[in-house]
């Protein structure tokens, strides 16, 4: 194994007995980093559906709040969103990492849950309407379920952002995958052949996740053919 090792590693560029070694320490934050983007994906999720229907309220007070949010956590980057929450609330590390990464990618799922929404055609809602249906199960029962099916693109990428801005919990000293990392290549002073280890775990694990949204979306588009036919 030392042979192979020897053979493939890059004198001065890559050391790949180094990195060989360091892989069970830096896989051991991997769960934290999983952990995040589960929770905050999913309260993002919520979070951007409430501000895509406070967006599209015909009533001011609710729409305005609305935009200004999308607009404001849009044009902010995430590394000052993780900072103004942990160091201006006085926050602890994991709660700062949680808001801050649910806050900005709601901004983002909320414009595309908005634009979803505006695609579906206006006479399925009135349809529904003149069966007497209450307003919030038109939205849940008839309306959503359509919306997501016409997001999930893009709420595939809003994924795949947010699971790589994981690193930057680092920065606070959340105890995840690139903290692990940063550690390892301090103490052997070695940060190319650690983070190179980094970037094709995160590679790898984006493909992963990848397929889920397209496994997804193809199986909502044979159920809605199954069940339109």
């Given at each position: 194994?030392?042979?192979l090792l020897n053979n493939?590693s890059?004198?001065?560029f890559?050391?790949?007995?180094?990195a060989?070694?360091s892989?069970?320490?830096?896989?051991s934050g991997l769960?934290?980093?999983?952990f995040?983007?589960?929770?905050?994906?999913?309260?993002?999720?919520?979070?951007?559906?409430?501000i895509?229907?406070?967006?599209?309220?015909?009533?001011?007070?609710l729409?305005?709040?609305a935009r200004?949010?999308?607009?404001f956590?849009?044009g902010?980057?995430?590394?000052v969103?993780l900072?103004i929450?942990?160091?201006?609330?006085?926050?602890a590390?994991?709660p700062?990492?949680?808001?801050?990464?649910t806050?900005a990618?709601a901004?983002?799922?909320?414009?595309y849950?908005?634009s979803a929404?505006?695609g579906i055609d206006?006479?399925?809602?009135?349809?529904a309407?003149s069966?007497?249906?209450p307003y919030?199960?038109?939205?849940l029962?008839?309306?959503l379920?359509?919306?997501f099916?016409?997001a999930?693109?893009?709420?595939g990428n809003v994924?795949?952002d947010?699971?790589k801005g994981?690193?930057?919990?680092?920065?606070?000293?959340?105890?995840?995958m690139?903290m692990e990392?940063k550690?390892?290549a301090?103490a052997a002073q070695?940060y190319?052949?650690?983070?190179?280890v980094v970037?094709?775990?995160?590679?790898?694990i984006?493909?992963?996740?990848?397929?889920?949204?397209s496994?997804l979306?193809?199986?909502?588009a044979?159920?809605?053919k199954e069940?339109?036919g």
């Amino acid at each position: 194994m030392n042979t192979l090792l020897n053979n493939i590693s890059i004198p001065g560029f890559f050391d790949a007995k180094l990195a060989f070694d360091s892989l069970p320490t830096i896989l051991s934050g991997l769960p934290m980093s999983l952990f995040l983007l589960v929770v905050c994906f999913a309260l993002a999720n919520v979070l951007g559906i409430l501000i895509m229907l406070m967006r599209i309220s015909s009533h001011r007070f609710l729409s305005w709040p609305a935009r200004f949010y999308i607009s404001f956590l849009r044009g902010i980057p995430m590394l000052v969103i993780l900072f103004i929450t942990y160091f201006g609330f006085n926050m602890a590390e994991l709660p700062a990492a949680i808001l801050s990464f649910t806050i900005a990618p709601a901004a983002f799922i909320a414009e595309y849950y908005r634009s979803a929404f505006l695609g579906i055609d206006e006479g399925q809602f009135e349809a529904a309407r003149s069966l007497g249906l209450p307003y919030h199960n038109i939205i849940l029962n008839v309306i959503l379920p359509q919306a997501f099916r016409i997001a999930l693109p893009s709420l595939g990428n809003v994924m795949l952002d947010l699971f790589k801005g994981t690193s930057l919990a680092a920065m606070i000293t959340v105890s995840e995958m690139f903290m692990e990392a940063k550690v390892v290549a301090g103490a052997a002073q070695d940060y190319m052949s650690i983070y190179i280890v980094v970037a094709v775990i995160c590679w790898l694990i984006c493909c992963l996740l990848s397929f889920g949204p397209s496994f997804l979306e193809g199986h909502l588009a044979t159920w809605s053919k199954e069940k339109a036919g």
